[in-house]
């Protein structure tokens, strides 16, 4: 039984600082927040968590980390509260309790390996602080030491989940002791009758075979010694795991593996190397076909070293990898990082990824070597991932994202269609506002409906280029179509001129005629190009129709004529006049939303008619004069414009009824309200109203400002 005591030599041991108080206040809340708890091994929550202690303590972590991994679920039994812990250990324990307690709740669904490896990109991102990682590594492997004790379908699940997420990760960050257990102990389950046979034919002699390597070793560091060579010499058995996955991967027997014993030699210079090989082959003879010369042909990956396989004392077969120490290195740590190797290379892994394992692998190195306390602003504080985001689906599916997504990329990370019918979503459990930015490990419910369409919104906030082209393909599909229907009844009109219909039009050779000739490939090419305002109706009646057949049709000048050519005679609500005609299709530009009574000028657009715009707008001073065009108020005729107004107010009872009253008095409607409390006891209003001119507007703005509490109001433009 592990006691606080030991913790706590073993802790001064290598961190001379160490406070034993907090260590023990630490055992106080554990007993307190599973008070009456028993696992089902017999255990006291105390002692389970005493041995995670033990775990991290062999990898020479500071206090705070053993505190936190003392009273990782602590929180979530509802016995201690957050002040309580927040009063006695401060911010950076709580802070790393809370993270593990987040991480803890991410469902785990088996899935392809690319999605294993998002879940493991995720979990580094979300824990941030190292420790969090270290922590969850001890935890996960105390439990697997304990598997036995859980029911069998959860027994199941986590040693999958141990095998394609945890060991991984412990191998990445360079820990192969609890990779190689981890990945031993899961075997255990998954694969019983394998690690059973394995187990028996391996472990029968393994204090025979613990004094066979430390006498081989010690025969190799002679030969160096003969010779005059410096070198570093060191041997090891294959874990079960390992042994199966070569197995596995090259269908032979056990009989077959030759390197259950395996020797490593590490030298200075190439030379060295092979002399080095000479000296083993001189000594014990190499089984043929089993020399591989890595230094002269190195692997695409850049791993160099030379691998043989030579029958050693005793007729033992024994493997041996002689390298320099700077082959070695890249061999751990750069572009052949041995976890690559060792994972089968099926994941594509970056460089980019590369440098950030091998850096943070570098930070576990630097916190054994250094016994000051970690700090969360140190190198302990790690973004791996600063680019992409990772988050779920609600079966548990992982999708990657770039930073700054929004639930419209998850949308159509999910499937393009579920991204077109896209209007809202629950992030979390919580409606959220559909430009709401992810985080890592955020559960993404996406609510769809078949009568949604893609909006041109869209494009300033997301971030994928999936979703960017999709909604932009979207948009100049509906413009086309919009655009082949105004043009279809453009060029209708213009034939009806002539006494013709459409559908005769298009049945005489003139019109697949001018279709080529134009450069198109169908009818609805030419009606897209009218309804853009690239071509005119009488341009394509004129190489349709024969010459004897089209009537002549008075001259009209000036843009005006060109205006009422292309937009035939829509009858205007709009009170708009032009040169004292009403007869044209008019819209009212979003940009400035002008009013009757300001300054107007129109704007000719291709293929949606005129739009009209206040003469000081810096879109139309910015467009092309000469598709400007001259336009007054029709003041005679009674007619309401929407526009939108702000106002600043007190935050006070009341305010809302006078206002809504002041408006009323000024004799205008309200449409919509959107009624917001700032926080620094100001309110902030938008109200959109009806209103007949800008005389009129005036006077609502006057009889607003009259409430008291009123700071502020003023015009809002779109």
């Known amino acids: 039984m592990i006691t606080i005591n030991d913790i706590y030599e073993q802790l001064k041991s290598y961190y001379p600082q ?58 979530s039994s509802g016995l201690v509260t957050k002040e309580e812990l927040l009063s006695t250990f401060g911010q950076a324990v709580v802070s790393l309790i809370e993270t593990g307690t987040k991480i803890s709740s991410i469902p785990y669904r088996q899935s392809n390996q690319q999605h294993v490896e998002n879940f493991r990109k995720m979990f580094v991102s979300m824990a941030r602080d190292l420790r969090v990682i270290l922590v969850y590594l001890a935890v996960r492997l105390n439990d697997m030491r304990n ?24 191998n990445r960050l360079g820990i192969s002791w609890i990779k190689s257990e981890l990945e031993d102990l899961s075997l255990q389950i998954l694969e019983p009758e394998e690690y059973d046979a394995l187990s028996r034919r391996i472990t029968a002699h393994r204090k025979e075979r613990g004094e066979y390597v430390a006498k081989v070793r010690e025969q190799i560091c002679d030969l160096l010694h003969q010779n005059d060579l410096q070198g570093e010499v060191t041997g090891r058995f294959k874990h079960f795991y390992s042994v199966y996955r070569k197995m596995q991967r090259t269908g032979v027997g056990l009989d077959q593996i030759y390197d259950l014993t395996a020797f490593r030699v590490l030298v200075d210079s190439v030379r060295e190397c092979y002399e080095v090989l000479g000296m083993i082959h001189a000594t014990w003879k190499p089984i043929p076909g089993r020399f591989k010369d890595y230094i002269a042909m190195p692997k695409a990956n850049m791993y160099q070293s030379l691998h043989t396989t030579v029958i050693g ?66 190198t302990t504080f790690i973004d791996l991932f600063p680019e992409e985001v990772y988050v779920f689906t609600p079966n548990g599916e992982v999708k990657e994202l770039p930073q700054g997504s929004c639930p419209i990329d998850f949308a159509y990370a999910v499937h393009t269609d579920v991204g077109m019918q896209c209007v809202g979503a629950r992030i979390n459990g919580k409606l959220c506002p559909l430009k709401t930015q992810l985080q890592n490990g955020d559960i993404v419910d996406v609510l769809t409906s078949a009568h949604q369409t893609p909006s041109k919104d869209w494009l300033a906030f997301v971030k994928t280029s999936k979703a960017r082209n999709k909604i932009r393909h979207w948009i100049k599909a509906e413009q086309r179509e919009k655009s082949i229907e105004i043009g279809r009844e453009l060029l209708e009109k213009e034939l009806r001129k002539h006494k013709y219909s459409l559908k005769r039009a298009l049945s005489l050779d003139g019109f697949a005629q001018a279709v080529n000739e134009l450069g198109f ?37 000036g843009a005006l004529g060109k205006v009422l050519e292309k937009f035939g005679r829509h009858k205007s609500q709009s009170a708009i006049l032009i040169g004292g005609i009403d007869n044209v299709m008019v819209r009212f530009a979003n940009c400035c939303n002008p009013l009757p009574g300001e300054p107007v000028i129109g704007f000719i657009t ?49 305010m809302l009824v006078g206002i809504s009253g002041a408006i009323a008095d000024a004799d205008a409607n309200i449409i919509s309200a959107s009624v917001h409390s700032r926080g620094d006891k100001k309110g902030s209003n938008l109200f959109e109203i009806d209103v007949e001119n800008l005389e009129h507007l005036n006077r609502v703005i006057r009889e607003i400002k009259k409430v008291k509490g009123v700071l502020r109001v003023e015009r809002v433009r779109n």
């Open 606 to 654: 291709r293929g949606r008619g005129l739009a009209v715009h206040a003469k000081n707008c810096p879109q139309v001073l910015a467009s092309d004069p000469e598709r400007r065009i001259d336009v007054e108020w029709d003041m005679h005729r009674k007619t309401t414009r929407p526009v939108k107004i702000r106002i600043i107010c007190s935050d006070q009872k009341g």
């Open 521 to 557: 490939k169908a009818a609805e090419d030419i009606f897209a190009s009218i309804g853009y305002g690239k071509l005119s109706p009488g341009q394509i009646v004129s190489h349709v129709l024969p010459k004897e057949e089209q009537i002549k049709q008075p001259v009209k000048a």
């Open 313 to 378: 004392p005793y007729a033992e077969r024994m493997e041996v990898q002689i390298r320099t120490r700077e082959m070695h290195r890249i061999a751990e740590e750069g572009v052949a990082a041995h976890w690559k190797y060792k994972e089968g290379g099926a994941i594509p892994v970056t460089g980019r990824d590369d440098q950030r394992f091998n850096w943070l692998r570098q930070v576990l190195e630097w916190q054994r070597d250094v016994s000051t306390e970690w700090n969360a602003s140190d």
């Open 18 to 75: 160490a406070d034993q108080g907090l260590l023990v206040s630490a055992c106080e809340f554990c007993q307190r927040a599973h008070h009456g708890q028993v696992s089902d091994d017999g255990r006291d929550s105390l002692q389970h968590s005493l041995e995670i202690a033990s775990i991290l303590i062999r990898l020479k972590v500071d206090e705070t980390t053993i505190i936190v991994g003392i009273l990782y679920d602590s929180l």
């Open 147 to 170: 598997i036995r004790h859980f029911k069998g379908s959860e027994q199941l699940s986590r040693s999958r989940e141990t095998l394609e997420i945890y060991a991984p990760l412990a």
